[in-house]
């Protein structure tokens, strides 16, 4: 879920394969850039509730090596000067659903940073990230015709919104909006995240 590259027309012809070559190495170049720049974070995050609940981290079972993919997401939020707290909750691609910015992890930047990318690709904020996971859940990815659906486990991170930026990779692609700790605990459907919404609301 990074930012859409185009490639020519005739991406199957040789010409093609390299041209997509030299567009993915382009991307990885600027995102390890902005990485180096501290583009994605401000920060670490540093909440009274956030020990506890790196502590409490939901378990599951262990699966096969190589059966997941390891997808990173954020549950973003933001206080208000009347003290609630709110959730930023993004449109998903394939649903009318509402969902949290999460995505595939590149090898090059450890789990907060990719985290915090999403973030920043999926919904153009940026802020202090928790320096570890607060949440863990799994959910079915669907593959083409060709491939079996995959299973997903997504590592989710804390990020207190800092800056909400004008424009961002996937500005025209979804919509975002805030909601409060309560609305996005019914909105997102997995408990995990839920869970998390009701305890940012007593914080």
Not at 6 to 24: F, I, N, Q, V, Y
Not at 39 to 49: E, K, Y
Not at 121 to 146: D, H, N, Q, T, Y
Request: net charge positive.
């Amino acid at each position: 879920m990074g930012e859409v590259v185009e490639l020519p027309k005739l991406h199957r012809t040789r010409a093609g394969k390299s041209d997509a070559r030299k567009a993915s190495s382009a991307k990885v170049r600027r995102l390890k850039q902005r990485a180096k720049q501290g583009a994605f974070t401000t920060g670490t995050l540093s909440l009274p509730i956030l020990g506890e609940l790196m502590r409490t981290l939901p378990s599951a079972p262990p699966l096969p090596p190589g059966e997941a993919l390891l997808e990173a997401g954020v549950l973003a939020f933001r206080r208000e000067t009347s003290g609630e707290t709110l959730i930023l909750l993004i449109s998903k691609k394939r649903s009318k659903n509402w969902g949290i910015p999460k995505g595939k992890c590149v090898p090059h930047l450890s789990f907060p940073e990719n985290a915090a990318k999403e973030a920043y690709e999926e919904a153009g904020v940026l802020g202090a990230i928790s320096p570890s996971a607060v949440g863990m859940f799994r959910a079915r990815k669907r593959g083409s015709p060709a491939r079996a659906e995959r299973t997903m486990e997504i590592w989710v991170y804390l990020l207190e919104v800092a800056e909400m930026l004008a424009d961002w990779p996937e500005k025209r692609k979804r919509k975002t909006r805030w909601v409060s700790c309560e609305a996005a605990a019914r909105q997102l459907r997995e408990p995990v995240l839920a869970h998390l919404c009701h305890r940012l609301a007593q914080s």
